[in-house]
């Protein structure tokens, strides 16, 4: 099958933006080239990278933002995707750099892209204990590690992002074993694997992507947790019976505050809610809507322009 690689030259503020838009075109792959996340983490002491080779980042300038559109869909697609890409530089203007915007395309056999893809992933180390890694790719774990293994094929989080990391730092640091975890907009289940992998005695996951549904199904099975997942094409639990110790849910600021009544129903009193997909500007507003409904920050974090949070729901007071 043949494919039409569209890539668009950006900024790194502008290259969450510009994948967002192309998800709504595309199921097939959306790659966001840039040199700055890979410097941050080889910066990073506590993060094993193995991403590029070495003389690639002397080459590297704009950001590139790549989707893999059906050769026989992209003559119709593409024009549509230049005429959003237009009115996000005037929307945006003032707020965000979008770069020049400037587009390329060329055509490449599916079987070559992934092969291309494949070659520059290697397992991904987060906190002191979650290992990433491609399917493909053999990785013998140290005894205290558990190692979450995703399809090839999807790009619904897998790790190297800072808000799923976050997510799955805060993870290490509050899931106790034998947790039930639940996970709003689980993207590749990434977040509900790891949690089970961690302890949890079982973990709940859901989403709006039908794709995003079944991906997070299969690497439930590559990771032979099924038995211990549950997934389900929802945008938050249809049973509001199903409650945890532990929700998380990485998705962005807008959708969190707008759930802000919602999420943390299914959430056991005591129990600890871990948002992430959190930009600067939006920070304060998550925080308040958060707190307003009764819970307790407990941790803010933060990598590179995304912050994460970790809230507390607080016991009800005991009667005297």
């Keep these: 099958m043949k494919f039409i690689e569209l890539t668009v030259h950006t900024t790194t503020e502008g290259s969450e933006l510009i994948s967002d838009l192309f998800w709504d075109y595309t199921n097939y792959g959306v790659t966001i080239c840039d040199v700055n996340d890979i410097l941050a983490l080889q910066n990073d002491k506590r993060t094993f990278w193995d991403y590029m080779e ?25 024009p549509s995707i230049r005429a959003e890409l237009e009115a996000l530089r005037e929307r945006s203007a003032g707020f965000v750099r979008l770069g020049t915007l400037e587009t390329a395309s060329r055509t490449i056999e599916g079987d070559d892209w992934i092969d291309v893809w494949k070659k520059h992933f290697r397992p991904l180390h987060i906190g002191g204990r979650v290992v990433v890694c491609p399917e493909w790719i053999p990785y013998e774990p140290a005894p205290a590690e558990v190692v979450v293994r995703l399809d090839s094929n999807m790009a619904f989080g ?13 993870l290490q640091e509050y899931l106790h074993p034998g947790d039930t975890a639940i996970d709003v907009g689980c993207g590749s289940g990434i977040l509900g694997i790891a ?37 389900a094409l929802s945008d938050l639990l249809e049973n509001a019976n199903v409650r945890g110790e532990i929700l998380t849910a990485n998705i962005t600021a807008d959708i969190l505050c707008r759930l802000a009544q919602s999420i943390p129903q299914n959430l056991k009193e005591g129990g600890t809610l871990i948002l992430s997909g959190i930009i600067a500007s939006k920070l304060a507003q998550v925080i308040d809507a958060y707190e307003k409904i009764g819970l307790r920050l407990l ?22």
């Design 54 to 78: 070495d003389d690639l980042a002397a080459q590297a300038s704009d950001v590139l933002v790549k989707c893999y559109l059906p050769e026989d869909i992209a003559a119709e697609t593409i």
């Design 158 to 170: 897998t790790g190297e992002h800072e808000t799923t990391s976050m997510c799955l730092e805060l």
């Design 299 to 320: 941790q803010t974090k933060q990598q590179g322009e995304w912050f994460a949070l970790a809230f507390c729901k607080k016991q009800p007071a005991s009667d005297v």
């Design 195 to 231: 949690a089970v992998k961690l302890g949890a005695q079982f973990a709940y996951l859901t989403d709006i992507d039908y794709v995003a549904v079944r991906s997070a199904e299969h690497n439930a099975a590559l990771n032979g947790v099924s038995s211990r997942v549950r997934i």
